[in-house]
């Protein structure tokens, strides 16, 4: 059983059918596409470039497809998963519109009984989380937010019909990616735009562009090559790292180097030097850039200031890539509001009190972001050995062995799941690898006689220490982010993907197989193939 119809549930669907193995999916949409689903917010856009934010698995699939932008839209990548639900006919073997509400493992047949919101209950030999890390949307605990008699909405679950905003009075509680992409977005339409920021975020501009026919040729004749050069690159990128120190070059060779990236847009810029993400003086340098491009592009110092971040390292949290976001506080009809100088005191039944001022609102929008990482496996009630959830384990931090199973819980495979590079990549990357690994398990178990694999406490234990200790070469722990989930009151503060490189990940997941899959254990189930 798999659960979940986004990007890695229809690959887990492809891939397991075509090992041979009977599959069923349950998806609580009433389409495919996953985050690309539910984010419909206008502007939503990935921040991978499109060819290579898609699948490798199939050749023809990558011959056939034509993207339009270097940076998909949200409407253009939920095209493509609906191309490929129905090019490779996954739909029937998907049940939409329902929700997996519980799973428990009975020791004495070794099955997982799954029970879904709607009272089916399933047993299955396998269970697979499919659920996307930014799915289990947060939603914080604002005094009087049942009250507001207006339009509310969250960027990860918006209308499929959209909004319309004309002429009204449009707040944004939220500045993260989500918020930076649907301000601008907003602000072109509604009569008074206030956002209300907590924490400035540096955001590289996109530099988005249609790709010319020469560009899609290039990269389709290349796609082999391209694509291993991605799976064995420390980023799961193909834009190099400039290999030099940003301490040892000339001020202006350096100037440079950090116009040039922010010209090429996004992400690349990280990569400007070496350094940038393991050395604080190395990343302020690039953090002072960038502030110096934001104060250049933002008419009003002292919005300027608010805008300019100062308490975190730059890509310490997950960098945003932006169109036209700071270039927006220049429009009249636009108000920035700091909730760190002036709080958010509670929700009105028409508006918003900050700091003792009230905001006369007609929407509502909270781009507050997702319980990230655990949140969509945490949320199911998923019970283990001894009756024991997978929230409580997890209650202090989350454990894995190679970010794809937890000591346990047998049978029980967490695609791109805390431990794993998954958000620190091209998802796309992480998810064909995971489901490559587990698909390859579940065939060599079955060729080998065995239908049961857990991991095993020792190894879960060695990979956790691996992790945090991949993460402290790193400038990531700097920053109060949902890498290490503290966006979440209570949540434990843990990094909680791998930043040792996808390259590395790779080499070591592959290595644990090649050695008859050292650090689990497999064996015989203790009843026959459920039904």
């Known amino acids: 059983m798999v659960v979940g119809a986004g990007f890695g549930g229809m690959y887990a669907l492809y891939d397991l059918r075509r090992r041979g193995f009977t599959v069923r999916v349950f998806e609580r949409g009433s389409g495919v596409g996953g985050t690309w689903f539910w984010n419909r917010y206008p502007g939503a856009r990935c921040d991978i470039e499109s060819m290579e934010y898609s699948y490798s698995f199939d050749e023809d699939l990558q011959q056939e497809w034509t993207w339009s932008q270097r940076y998909p839209t949200q409407p253009e990548i939920l095209a493509y998963a609906e191309h490929v639900a129905d090019r490779f006919d996954l739909r029937r073997h998907i049940t939409f519109g329902t929700g997996v ?40 605990e604002f005094p009087g937010l049942e009250r507001f008699r207006g339009q509310l909405h969250h960027t990860a679950r918006w209308p499929v019909d959209g909004v319309d905003v004309t002429g009204k009075r449009v707040g944004v509680i939220g500045t993260g990616s ?11 339409d509604a009569a008074r735009l206030t956002v209300f920021q907590r924490t400035a975020n540096y955001s590289i501009s996109a530099e988005n562009d249609r790709l010319t026919e020469e560009q899609i040729r290039d990269v389709r004749a290349d796609y082999p090559a391209i694509r291993e050069k991605a799976r064995r690159s420390f980023t799961g990128s193909t834009v190099p790292i400039n290999r030099q120190s940003a301490l040892a070059v ?51 110092p002292a919005v300027a200031e608010l805008l300019t971040p100062d308490d975190h390292p730059i890509g310490s949290k997950r960098i945003c890539v932006d169109t036209g976001y700071f270039a927006t506080f220049n429009r009249s009809n636009v108000r920035l509001v700091s909730v760190r100088e002036r709080p958010i005191e509670e929700i009105t039944e028409t508006g918003l009190r900050a700091g003792g001022e009230h905001h006369e609102l007609d929407v509502l929008v909270l781009a507050t972001g997702f319980d990230a990482m655990t949140g969509s496996f945490t949320r199911i009630d998923i019970r283990g050995r001894g009756g024991q959830t997978l929230a409580a384990k997890w209650a202090d931090g989350a454990r894995t062995y190679l970010g794809v199973q937890t000591a346990g819980f047998p049978n029980l495979f967490t695609l791109t799941g805390p431990g794993s590079p998954a958000v620190l990549c091209n998802m796309f990357l992480a998810i064909e690898q995971h489901v490559d690994w587990v698909g390859r398990a579940l065939s060599t178990m079955r060729e080998e006689g065995h239908d049961v694999i857990e991991a095993t406490v020792e190894a879960e234990e060695q990979w956790t220490t691996h992790v945090d200790e991949a993460a402290d070469g790193t400038l990531y722990k700097h920053a109060n982010s949902w890498y290490v989930g503290s966006n979440v009151p209570g949540k434990a503060r843990v ?5 040792g490189g996808v390259g590395r990940y790779r080499k070591i997941c592959d290595s644990v197989a090649e050695d008859g899959y050292r650090g689990f254990v497999l064996g015989r189930a203790r009843a026959g193939t459920p039904a």
């Not at 919101?117 to 949307?137: K, M, P, Y």
């Not at 989500?178 to 072109?188: E, F, K, Y």
């Not at 040039?260 to 690039?286: C, H, I, Q």
């Open 250 to 300: 000339p001020e202006d060779e350096r100037r440079a180097q950090f116009e040039a990236r922010w010209k090429l847009g996004g992400f690349p810029f990280l990569g400007s030097y070496d350094d940038v993400m393991r050395d604080l003086d190395a990343n302020e340098l690039a953090a002072e850039f960038v502030r110096d491009k934001i104060r250049s592009i933002v008419r009003d």
């Open 101 to 140: 509400g519980a799973a428990a493992y009975d020791e004495g047949t070794d099955v997982w009984r799954v029970t879904t919101d709607t009272g089916e209950e399933v047993d299955a030999r396998f269970l697979v989380l499919a659920t996307g890390v930014l799915s289990a949307t947060r939603v914080p």
């Open 178 to 188: 989500s918020g930076i992409q649907v301000v601008p977005q907003l602000a072109a």
């Open 495 to 499: 990094f909680l993907p791998y930043a």
